[in-house]
């Protein structure tokens, strides 16, 4: 039931792009992304909800392939505030709403 | 205002205690959750409760026992405290049926350390 996120890491300067990719095994309700800094709670970022769906936050949008059971999180014009681990949890059609299974994470270093 | 908040922060506790977490939101959401997230950062569900029914039981030691007085506090109660347990709990809420999405809000985390 959890999804495979792909990079496990990436290291960027400042300034370069990224792509964090969610791969699903199951039919999925909904994507959900969050990033968490060393020490912190994971804070929300977006859901997505209906395939095809993409949503936008300043420099960091995402987009869910319902047909392919994929999301992606796109990071763009990377800062350094960008940093940390960020995780997508899927909401599993079938499953109890508001269980979610999250990747594994992948940990992002923005550098000066 | 902390919008979920826990407490403690920071427990440190010998093999064989038992200790509790406690839990509240003033999001006024109908639905709250633990996670846990271990040394290699895996976030997994334990439970989740709506409107204080336990609707989610994942295959979590009895040790483990939730309680929810109300919609909007989630305690935590552990038994018998193993090593393996060292880890961070996470108390989330959400509110269902909102049209926007079953936004998961976390709260800051309590680091359990098991000696």
């Known amino acids: 039931q959890q999804p495979v996120q792909s990079p496990q890491a990436v290291i960027l300067r400042e300034g370069e792009d990224a792509v964090i990719n969610c791969s699903s095994s199951?039919?999925?309700?909904?994507v959900h992304w969050y990033r968490q800094k060393h020490g912190e709670a994971p804070v929300f970022l977006m859901i997505l909800l209906k395939g095809g769906e993409q949503k936008g936050h300043e420099k960091i949008s995402a987009s869910f392939n319902e047909k392919k059971q994929q999301s992606s999180l796109y990071l763009t014009a990377s800062q350094l505030s960008y940093s940390g681990t960020y995780f997508c949890?899927?909401?599993?059609?079938?499953?109890?709403?508001?269980?979610?299974?999250f990747g594994r994470g992948t940990q992002l270093t923005v550098w000066p | 205002d902390t919008a979920v908040s826990q407490t403690p922060k920071y427990l440190v506790t010998q093999m064989g205690n038992d200790k509790s977490i406690k839990c509240e939101q003033n999001l006024g959401h109908d639905t709250m959750y633990w996670y846990k997230q271990d040394s290699k950062k895996f976030l997994k569900i334990m439970f989740s409760?709506?409107?204080?029914?336990?609707?989610i039981n994942e295959t979590v030691p009895n040790r483990f026992s939730p309680k929810s007085p109300d919609k909007a506090h989630l305690n935590l109660h552990i038994n018998s405290l193993e090593l393996g347990d060292s880890a961070v709990y996470f108390c989330?809420?959400?509110?269902?049926?909102?049209?926007?999405?079953?936004?998961?809000?976390f709260g800051e985390g309590s680091w359990l350390t098991v000696v």
């Open positions: 989330a809420s959400s509110q269902f049926g909102s049209r926007s999405g079953n936004t998961i809000y």
């Open positions: 409760y709506n409107n204080k029914e336990l609707i």
């Open positions: 949890g899927t909401e599993v059609r079938g499953s109890t709403l508001g269980r979610l299974y």
């Open positions: 199951k039919a999925l309700y909904s």
